[in-house]
């Protein structure tokens, strides 16, 4: 809210948005979507509670506030996990090219976690999930921040929020398989899982999974201007991208789907653990990361081709 208020107010001063570098209190804003999305009152976002429900209405909210449209009908994709009534949280920013706007980067994270159903210690039951995946949840949100201010994109841009992640990748599964029935020209799905706290020795910012799958890596690297995403061999070993909600849109459109962390539990001692709160988190770190992400996304967005593609088997 502070934000909009101030860019209302600057465009009175008859000041372009665009004055106002849309980055310029990520930290802070990073620091406040976390911060609730991980906070006790939501009781760890088990998919069908409650506290999953106040979850994707305050991610709607934000959306509205940004003007990013429902993609659908409404923002809710819903679906059913046996008898648990779900939802997907989907928006979208038209791009603003006549023909590169009908191809779509699809940007996404879960916003599910665990709830209640993890290990009590002294009393805490909760799994708050900050890093998993509030953090991915928030840097989809700073994005969608960055390109409802800036209007950059020539593509079009799709925000998806998935539920039932934690149940077997349920929400990206439903997701994937209606918009590849309603043949969407999908360029690239960029998912984000687990950006709250830096890697140790290492040499990137955050890792890709699937990295020999694809050149997205090298072409977010080469529009980065540098390093920024590497290889990691945890992920490598433990086919990271399998285990995210970037695989079940791979298996339906077999175009670069992949998904950018900067855990591979090396780093992180809270992994479906009551205390993966808030205050564990490294603001200055996600925040860095967007920021240097946004423009890499916004150079996606504008070639005249498709240069992420497939490596050949
Ligand atoms: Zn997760």
Same mark, same amino acid.
């Given at each position: 809210?502070?934000?909009?208020?101030?860019?209302?107010?600057?465009?009175?001063?008859?000041?372009?948005?665009?004055?106002? *570098?849309?980055?310029?209190?990520?930290?802070?804003?990073?620091?406040?979507?976390? #911060?609730?999305? $991980?906070?006790?009152?939501?009781?760890?976002?088990?998919?069908?509670?409650?506290?999953?429900?106040?979850?994707?209405?305050?991610?709607?909210?934000?959306?509205?506030?940004? *003007?990013?449209?429902?993609?659908?009908? =409404?923002?809710?994709?819903?679906?059913?996990?046996?008898?648990?009534?779900?939802?997907?949280?989907?928006?979208?920013?038209?791009?603003?090219?006549?023909?590169?706007?009908?191809?779509?980067?699809?940007?996404?994270?879960?916003?599910?976690?665990?709830?209640?159903?993890?290990?009590?210690?002294?009393?805490?039951?909760?799994?708050?999930?900050?890093?998993?995946?509030?953090?991915?949840?928030?840097?989809?949100?700073?994005? $969608?921040?960055?390109?409802?201010?800036?209007? =950059?994109?020539?593509?079009?841009?799709?925000? $998806?929020?998935?539920?039932?992640?934690?149940?077997?990748?349920?929400? #990206? *599964?439903?997701?994937?398989?209606?918009?590849?029935?309603?043949?969407?020209?999908?360029?690239?799905?960029?998912?984000?899982?687990?950006?709250?706290?830096?890697?140790?020795?290492?040499?990137?910012?955050?890792?890709?999974?699937?990295?020999?799958?694809?050149?997205?890596?090298?072409?977010?690297?080469?529009?980065?201007? *540098?390093?920024?995403?590497?290889?990691?061999?945890?992920?490598?070993?433990?086919?990271?991208?399998?285990?995210?909600?970037?695989?079940?849109?791979?298996?339906?459109?077999?175009?670069?789907?992949? =998904?950018?962390? #900067?855990?591979?539990?090396?780093?992180?001692?809270?992994?479906?653990?009551?205390?993966?709160?808030?205050?564990?988190?490294?603001?200055?770190?996600?925040?860095?990361?967007?920021?240097?992400? $946004?423009?890499?996304?916004?150079?996606?967005?504008?070639?005249?081709?498709?240069?992420?593609?497939?490596?050949?088997?």
């Amino acid at each position: 809210m502070k934000r909009l208020i101030v860019l209302v107010a600057l465009s009175f001063l008859g000041c372009k948005t665009q004055d106002v *570098k849309p980055t310029e209190s990520y930290s802070e804003q990073a620091d406040s979507y976390v #911060s609730f999305l $991980a906070s006790d009152k939501l009781e760890g976002r088990d998919s069908g509670s409650e506290g999953i429900h106040q979850a994707a209405s305050y991610i709607e909210d934000h959306f509205r506030e940004l *003007k990013v449209k429902p993609f659908f009908e =409404t923002y809710r994709d819903s679906f059913k996990i046996r008898e648990i009534d779900a939802y997907n949280v989907v928006g979208w920013l038209e791009g603003n090219h006549p023909e590169l706007k009908k191809e779509v980067i699809l940007i996404g994270a879960h916003y599910d976690h665990i709830g209640l159903r993890t290990k009590p210690i002294a009393g805490d039951s909760i799994g708050n999930g900050a890093n998993d995946n509030a953090t991915g949840t928030a840097g989809v949100m700073l994005l $969608a921040d960055y390109f409802a201010i800036t209007k =950059t994109n020539k593509r079009s841009l799709v925000f $998806a929020l998935f539920s039932g992640e934690e149940m077997g990748l349920r929400g #990206s *599964k439903h997701l994937s398989s209606r918009l590849k029935a309603q043949n969407m020209d999908l360029y690239t799905m960029i998912n984000f899982e687990m950006i709250g706290v830096p890697l140790n020795d290492r040499d990137y910012a955050a890792f890709v999974s699937g990295y020999d799958l694809s050149n997205l890596a090298d072409k977010m690297n080469e529009y980065a201007g *540098k390093k920024l995403i590497g290889r990691s061999d945890v992920a490598v070993q433990y086919e990271l991208f399998k285990r995210s909600d970037n695989y079940p849109f791979y298996l339906e459109f077999k175009v670069p789907c992949q =998904t950018i962390s #900067s855990c591979d539990l090396s780093n992180y001692d809270f992994y479906h653990h009551v205390d993966d709160e808030s205050n564990k988190q490294d603001y200055n770190h996600l925040s860095e990361l967007i920021k240097s992400i $946004a423009p890499v996304i916004e150079t996606m967005s504008q070639t005249d081709s498709k240069e992420i593609q497939l490596k050949n088997e």
